[in-house]
């Protein structure tokens, strides 16, 4: 008789493979995606090594999914703002405020998403992610030029400028050297510098008229 798999195992695989991406999630949001090793992870799952290629066939295929659901997280808490209420130009300001702000206290987490180097299986995520969060910013344009709030032509395009300018602003702020900087108690911007400049560029490139609080 042909084996067959039980509901219980499969629940407890389950299980267990969620256990091993949210501990694979602790590891990154600790030290990045560097830190993300099969060893150190089977340690901390209490598990073997060997164990892990169970539930995923190498380490790029456990980070693309890891990163994908980071970056989800993040995406869903932009949509709920962007797509809330309040004029078209305060949810542009409200979402990128909020972006920037768990951007800031994630900082290591945010960086490896944002620009730590990578396997290719991450990239092509991060890669799908940044037309997910330009998707949101298509929306929001597409309603705030309806309303005459925004000047903008090629929606697509100021979209991806969005996404370009978020991470731009952000990469250096959270970069190792601004934060190694910043714990040595050396000048280096913050949260709400940051967050400001962001935030009024932004607004300017789609033609907002200031303020829009």
């Known amino acids: 008789m042909a084996y067959r798999i039980t509901e219980a195992r499969l629940d407890r695989d389950q299980t267990l493979r969620q256990r091993i991406l949210d501990c694979a999630l ?24 060997g164990s892990l290629y169970r539930h995923f066939h190498n380490k790029g295929e456990l980070a693309a999914e890891v990163f994908a659901s980071a970056s989800q997280g993040e995406v869903d808490a932009l949509a709920a703002v962007l797509r809330g209420s309040g004029s078209a130009a305060q949810r ?8 920037a702000a768990r951007a800031w206290h994630s900082r290591r987490l945010a960086f490896a998403l944002i620009a730590e180097p990578v396997e290719p ?38 979209a991806a400028c969005l996404v370009g300018a978020i991470a731009e602003a952000l990469v250096g702020p959270l970069s190792p ?4 900087a910043r714990a040595a108690g050396h000048p280096a911007l913050e949260l709400e510098q940051v967050s400001a400049s962001l935030v009024t560029f932004c607004l300017r490139a789609v033609g907002a008229e200031e303020p829009c609080r």
């Open 92 to 99: 542009l300001r409200q979402g990128l405020e909020q972006f």
């Open 121 to 158: 299986e991450v990239d092509e995520q991060r890669l799908l992610y940044r037309e997910a969060y330009a998707e949101l910013f298509i929306d929001l344009l597409e309603e705030g030029v309806r309303r005459g709030e925004f000047r903008v032509e090629q929606l697509g395009l100021a």
């Open 177 to 180: 050297p601004a934060r190694a």
């Open 26 to 49: 602790q590891r990154v949001a600790g030290g990045g995606f560097a830190a993300l090793t099969m060893q150190a992870l089977a340690e901390d799952v209490g598990i073997a090594t």
